[in-house]
């Protein structure tokens, strides 16, 4: 027998079953010995055992699933789940409603059940106009001027263009500059005095700008860069920040623009739609003693989870985006936010997905559920029972087309209602129809994966087709999840937060960044206009979010400094 049959007879003896709750234990003894960071490594690497163990012990589990439990779906379009080669463009819109949402990707798949797909002119590179935050340089030609004889006819005059050759040329630069200005000094050889060069006016009293701060929160809280990862780059620069002065400089930042973000708060109250979700986060202060919980009027210590909250909140044409890190759950979020809210207005819309957090807290709304959660349900399956998960993927695909060409021929909310219950309404009658069909007729086993996925959606079913009953209902949470993104690339890159103070600074920048660029507004700009005007927030908070603080500035005779849209 070769020596690895031995090794491998012998690695077979030795192997017993280690209850996972005995392995947090030894975990938590090593907590001593280890340095807070490994210790978290360690606890994820023991928590990912746990996860796959559960997974493996569930009835029906494939390789598929498991691949992805661990490493999370690359696509889910419908053609890919079917194993289509060919598809037409049509099926696009469903993909991109149900994938991520995005009302570009939707809406460029709506050209509909076309026979050819036409490649965009430009291939995807960037035009001249996308360059809105470029320095503008104009260049007049060496000879001639407006009005000047033609020097090749002697006949006419020349006039210039409206639209100047643009030419883009891009530099590298540190992400925070620095100028040392070199005052100089002169002494008397005979008395000593020492006289000192004026400092110039532009100069200030202050070390750091106030876009100092504001780029740092944009590159840590809105592209997740950690503190180090910086303090690295501007070191190599030849502009030193360490870590601890970042942090100081956007925790200081911060305290004033409380005033801004509690209206934010208070606005979103007052939305006719709000979408929430969460998703799980680490905060190290609370993995040795949690604090009280005041909302729930419970012990902290019987939560087991941290949780970074989205909620997305539509009033009119606008939408707020808020973020909270704690104990709290999504529905416990939303229930502070509603408090804000008027006695006069009736209940709001609320979409989330069918998980019961999402909704436990005390609050009014009238419920609506993802669509595109129960249709993960049948992408997840759809190997094992490829022919009834077809014909849900191709009903709910058509769906998605009439919303998305409902969104290209910029319907009110009243013609989208009444488009969808032309054009959706008979699909969605149909798949009920067919749900109850397998199961009363028992088509298909409840207990499997497929019986799971039909009574979901079964179970779920009114508040699925609420976009068929009310005005500016949307078919998905994707826009929520979406913004949650922005909390998990930060939990992806820095891994945790320090403390429960460094997650609200967090969620105050998440909130101010993510709000902004929903309304098109260059985040960077809105930031340091704030924090030039601290001292102006308070008076007027209204007055200062991203859709009016460029009105603001105006009537206060400022320049507004904003480059232009949010990319």
Same mark, same amino acid.
């Given at each position: =027998? ?37 210790? &978290? ?9 746990? &996860?796959?163990? *559960? ?39 469903? $993909? ?13 798949? !709506? ?30 030609? +060496? ?13 006419? %005059? ?20 620095? @100028? ?29 700008? &106030? ?65 929430? +979700? ?56 939303? &229930? ?14 609320? =979409? ?16 609506? %559920? ?23 993927? $191709? ?15 910029? =319907? ?7 488009? /969808?219950?032309?054009?959706?309404? *008979?699909?969605?009658?149909?798949? @009920? ?6 199961? @009363? ?5 409840? %207990? !499997? ?10 179970? /779920? ?16 949470? %994707? ?10 690339? /930060? ?15 967090? +969620?105050?920048? =998440? ?57």
């Amino acid at each position: =027998m070769s020596r690895w049959h031995k090794g491998a007879r012998r690695s077979k003896r030795q192997q017993r079953e280690v209850d996972i709750g005995a392995l947090h234990a030894i975990v938590e003894q090593a907590r001593s010995a280890l340095s807070a960071e490994e210790h &978290e490594i360690l606890k994820s690497a023991v928590d990912t055992l746990a &996860e796959v163990t *559960a997974e493996l012990e569930r009835k029906g589990v494939s390789i598929r699933r498991l691949r992805h439990l661990l490493f999370g779906a690359s696509t889910e379009r419908t053609a890919t789940v079917l194993g289509e080669d060919a598809r037409e463009d049509g099926e696009a819109s469903a $993909e991109g409603g149900a994938e991520d949402g995005t009302e570009e990707n939707s809406a460029v798949a !709506s050209e509909g059940h076309s026979a050819g797909k036409t490649k965009r002119k430009g291939h995807g590179r960037n035009g001249a106009d996308a360059y809105h935050g470029a320095e503008r340089v104009k260049v007049r030609h +060496d000879s001639l001027h407006h009005g000047d004889r033609c020097p090749q006819c002697q006949r006419g %005059n020349v006039y210039a263009q409206r639209d100047p050759q643009p030419l883009i040329r891009i530099t590298g630069m540190a992400p925070l500059a620095a @100028k040392l200005y070199e005052v100089e000094r002169l002494r008397c050889g005979t008395c000593g005095q020492v006289f000192t060069a004026s400092v110039p006016a532009e100069v200030g009293d202050k070390k750091y700008d &106030e876009s100092v701060p504001s780029m740092i929160a944009m590159l840590k809280y809105g592209t997740g860069m950690p503190f180090n990862r910086l303090e690295k780059l501007q070191r190599n620069m030849g502009i030193p920040l360490p870590a601890a002065t970042q942090w100081e400089l956007v925790r200081d930042a911060a305290l004033p623009l409380a005033p801004v973000h509690n209206e934010m708060i208070r606005q979103a109250a007052q939305g006719e739609l709000v979408q929430n +979700d969460d998703t799980t986060m680490k905060i190290l202060e609370f993995l040795a003693e949690r604090p009280h919980d005041p909302v729930c009027e419970r012990k902290s210590s019987e939560r087991t989870g941290v949780y970074t909250t989205g909620i997305l909140s539509k009033i009119g044409e606008q939408r707020i985006a808020l973020f909270f890190t704690g104990i709290h759950h999504a529905g416990e979020n939303l &229930e502070r936010v509603l408090k804000e809210r008027a006695a006069a207005l009736g209940p709001p819309i609320q =979409m989330s997905d069918g998980l019961s957090h999402n909704t436990a807290g005390d609050f009014d709304t009238i419920e609506a %559920n993802c669509t595109a959660h129960a249709r993960r349900y049948f992408v997840d399956v759809a190997p094992d029972f490829p022919e009834q998960c077809r014909f849900v993927l $191709e009903t709910l695909r058509e769906v998605y087309c009439n919303d998305a060409l409902a969104r290209r021929g910029a =319907m009110s909310p009243t013609e989208r209602l009444r488009f /969808h219950q032309r054009q959706s309404g *008979a699909l969605m009658g149909r798949l @009920k129809r067919w749900l109850n069909q397998q199961i @009363k007729e028992k088509q298909v086993e409840p %207990n !499997s994966s497929l019986g799971e996925a039909i009574r979901y959606m079964q179970k /779920h079913w009114k508040k699925l087709i609420l976009f068929l009953r009310l005005p500016g209902v949307p078919l998905d949470n %994707n826009l929520v999840e979406q913004a949650l993104k922005r909390a998990i690339l /930060h939990r992806k890159n820095a891994l945790f937060y320090k403390t429960q103070n460094g997650a609200d600074v967090g +969620d105050r920048f =998440m909130s101010i960044i993510h709000t902004a660029e929903l309304a098109s507004i260059n985040p960077f700009d809105y930031l340091v206009q704030l924090l030039r005007n601290a001292d102006r927030l308070g008076e007027e908070p209204a007055a200062w979010v991203p859709w009016r603080y460029r009105e603001t500035l105006t009537n206060l005779h400022q320049p507004c400094a904003d480059a232009g849209p949010a990319p």
